[in-house]
């Protein structure tokens, strides 16, 4: 079974090649958020907040700052410290760690994301988008139909980003769907749009009764056959920011994830 292998075996060239993203405790949320975007969905997903001897003491993503920004929508969110609403929770794997236990690790923490000690005595990073790789190198006879269906939490036009947000705590999801397309919102394009467009909120009284329709969609991937799930895993680690819809379902990294821990996704001989 792949889920019993070793990390190390199955990605030996690209195991340490996303890099640690750091932050240390007494930067403000500006300045997190500001490094933040660019690796939401498409790389490591969060940043590690690092103590007075650059160790990591904690973990930063889009949760914690949609989360924030639930409770105090205002410019002054912005100014105060990461030590203050990072996760304290960092795990970490090594090379020998299998793909099960590393799963596992996630399943209990609810995010895909843990260090990895590299050789030059630093840290790497691996998260859902990572766990692609072995994905799309399995053997395997499972179709994209077989894999668990989630109900799909969706929104429509008139939605406000309170709404919004709420639905995306209180259901554990990053992402939702407009009802009746491919489109949808994570909380990555909220956050873009706080920084961007809206300068971190400097000017904005309103923030959470915004209408949904003034912030970009992205759309998922529509699949039409029902093809393999490595087939999937290959297409998505093409994909900038993952995301796909198959009939009535949605399939994230975190989907492909769940599926390695199957008997029936197999190293090939």
């Given at each position: 079974?792949i ?6 075996d199955?990605?030996?060239m690209?195991?340490?090649?996303i ?9 403000n949320?500006?300045e997190a ?5 660019p ?8 940043l590690?907040?690092t103590?007075?001897?650059?160790e990591?003491?904690?973990i930063?993503?889009g949760?914690?700052i ?6 105090n ?14 996760s304290n ?21 609810g ?22 790789e072995?994905g799309?190198?399995t ?23 309170n ?17 009746n397309t ?5 909380d ?27 912030f970009g969609?992205?759309?998922a ?18 994909m ?7 009939r009535?379902?949605v ?6 994830c769940?599926?390695l ?9």
């Amino acid at each position: 079974m792949i889920a019993d292998r070793m990390l190390r075996d199955l990605m030996p060239m690209s195991l340490y090649s996303i890099p640690c993203v750091s932050i240390q405790r007494q930067a403000n949320i500006e300045e997190a958020v500001g490094l933040l975007i660019p690796y939401l969905e498409s790389m490591a997903d969060s940043l590690i907040v690092t103590g007075d001897n650059n160790e990591p003491i904690g973990i930063v993503g889009g949760r914690e700052i949609i989360e924030k920004v639930l409770a105090n929508p205002s410019r002054s969110v912005f100014e105060g410290e990461v030590e203050k609403i990072m996760s304290n929770v960092v795990t970490s794997v090594s090379g020998t760690s299998t793909v099960r236990s590393t799963i596992q690790d996630w399943q209990k923490t609810g995010r895909a994301f843990s260090l990895i000690p590299n050789a030059i005595g630093g840290f790497s990073v691996i998260s859902a988008r990572k766990m692609l790789e072995v994905g799309k190198i399995t053997m395997t006879d499972m179709r994209i139909s077989e894999l668990p269906k989630k109900k799909i939490h969706s929104f429509s036009t008139g939605s406000t980003i309170n709404e919004i947000i709420n639905t995306m705590l209180k259901n554990k999801t990053r992402k939702i769907v407009l009802e009746n397309t491919n489109q949808f919102i994570s909380d990555r394009i909220i956050i873009e749009k706080i920084a961007s467009d809206l300068n971190y909120l400097k000017n904005t009284n309103n923030f959470l009764e915004m209408p949904v329709s003034g912030f970009g969609l992205e759309y998922a991937k529509v699949i039409t056959k029902d093809i393999m799930v490595n087939e999937m895993a290959s297409i998505m680690s093409g994909m900038q920011h993952p995301y796909a819809v198959f009939r009535d379902q949605v399939i994230s990294p975190w989907d492909i994830c769940l599926a390695l821990l199957s008997d029936r996704m197999q190293e090939y001989d």
